[in-house]
């Protein structure tokens, strides 16, 4: 019987996600939570949907005046959810 070299459990989990190709899903998904705890409650009352395709976070409001004002911070935003998940997972933001 062959023993190999043990290994973290953490070390297991991030050759299990390579393999499986898990790794971008996961980024958006830890990115979508980002962004909800970036705008907060006020902000998420506004907000119909939000989803990433293609490295676009596109956010759905329902007030024109708040989709201005995100607009204009579009930027801030971007290099906030970035550097919340640690790496650049969202390269443009498209409010709706």
């Known amino acids: 019987m062959q023993h190999k070299s043990a290994q973290s459990i953490g070390e297991i989990i991030n050759q299990f996600i390579k393999e499986m190709n898990l790794g971008d ?7 979508l939570e980002a962004w909800r705890e970036l705008v907060g409650r006020g902000i998420l009352r506004y907000t119909e949907s939000v989803f990433i395709k293609n490295r676009i976070l596109y956010v759905k409001l329902t007030s024109s005046t708040l989709r201005n004002e995100l607009q204009m911070n579009r930027e801030i935003i971007i290099n ?5 998940v640690g790496i650049k997972v969202i390269d443009n933001i498209i409010f709706n």
């Open 80 to 84: 906030r959810l970035n550097d919340k």
């Open 25 to 31: 899903k996961l980024n958006e998904k830890q990115a």
